[in-house]
């Protein structure tokens, strides 16, 4: 199975709404990072977490190592939030392990 | 800010054509990586590297090669292009093992 698995793989949100995004690890994950591949492509680094919380503007993120999971909460979504939003494990070796995506439609 | 440039940015190559995609960053990074994207689904790592003039195999190596001459550069070379390969790829870098990744814009490559 998935050793990142992302949940919802596909979300509509209304503008000004707020949601959560969710990573479960089953594997060991020492770092977890969040992307967000906007519709052009482009991959930009949303967090870097150790486990704790980050927040910047709008965006919250989690890590949990304990309990093997990350969330990403978004406040008041705006249509440039659209995009597909990926989060990555760091193992404990060379590599980043990527989840599938969660594809986010924010309607105005 | 973390620079990773990729090139060409996008190509369409013949089956059976040799294909090399580059990739050059900025940051002083030891770590450089190639990873590839199917239309719907996460990234992939193919190769990887942590020094100059040595590469390792991530998760997909079949049929790809990579070089790696200085620390800037990063190449991912396709010997004989298959249909297979049309993907866009990624190139990234990262200071160390388990530090933070950044990305490139990406290459995507049609063979046809």
């Given at each position: 199975?998935?050793?990142?698995?992302?949940?919802?793989?596909?979300?509509?949100?209304?503008?000004?709404?707020?949601?959560?995004?969710?990573?479960?690890?089953?594997?060991?994950?020492?770092?977890?990072?969040?992307?967000?591949?906007?519709?052009?492509?482009?991959?930009?680094?949303?967090?870097?977490?150790?486990?704790?919380?980050?927040?910047?503007?709008?965006?919250?993120?989690?890590?949990?190592?304990k309990e093997s999971y990350s969330t990403?909460?978004?406040?008041?979504?705006?249509?440039?939030?659209?995009?597909?939003?990926?989060?990555?494990?760091?193992?404990?070796?060379?590599?980043?392990?990527?989840?599938?995506?969660?594809?986010?439609?924010?309607?105005? | 800010?973390?620079?990773?440039?990729?090139?060409?940015?996008?190509?369409?190559?013949?089956?059976?054509?040799?294909?090399?995609?580059?990739?050059?960053?900025?940051?002083?990074?030891?770590?450089?990586?190639?990873?590839?994207?199917?239309?719907?689904?996460?990234?992939?790592?193919?190769?990887?590297?942590?020094?100059?003039?040595?590469?390792?195999?991530?998760?997909?190596?079949?049929?790809?090669?990579?070089?790696?001459?200085?620390?800037?550069?990063?190449?991912?070379?396709?010997?004989?292009?298959?249909?297979?390969?049309?993907?866009?790829?990624?190139?990234?870098?990262?200071?160390?093992?388990?530090?933070?990744?950044?990305?490139?814009?990406?290459?995507?490559?049609?063979?046809?």
């Amino acid at each position: 199975g998935d050793q990142v698995k992302q949940s919802p793989s596909a979300l509509s949100l209304q503008e000004g709404t707020n949601s959560a995004l969710r990573c479960n690890f089953s594997i060991a994950t020492t770092t977890v990072q969040w992307f967000l591949q906007n519709p052009r492509g482009s991959l930009m680094n949303l967090f870097y977490l150790v486990p704790g919380t980050k927040e910047n503007g709008r965006l919250k993120s989690t890590f949990n190592s304990k309990e093997s999971y990350s969330t990403l909460h978004i406040r008041d979504a705006q249509l440039e939030d659209s995009g597909t939003y990926f989060c990555a494990a760091d193992t404990n070796a060379y590599k980043v392990i990527f989840g599938k995506g969660t594809h986010l439609h924010v309607l105005p | 800010e973390a620079a990773v440039t990729q090139s060409p940015r996008s190509k369409v190559a013949v089956t059976g054509g040799k294909v090399t995609l580059s990739c050059h960053q900025t940051n002083n990074h030891d770590y450089m990586y190639w990873y590839r994207q199917d239309t719907g689904h996460g990234l992939r790592l193919i190769h990887y590297s942590y020094v100059a003039d040595s590469t390792e195999k991530g998760d997909i190596p079949d049929g790809y090669k990579a070089s790696r001459p200085s620390q800037e550069n990063f190449s991912l070379i396709l010997e004989l292009a298959s249909l297979s390969q049309t993907a866009v790829y990624f190139c990234a870098s990262s200071d160390s093992a388990n530090t933070e990744v950044f990305f490139g814009k990406g290459t995507r490559l049609t063979v046809v």
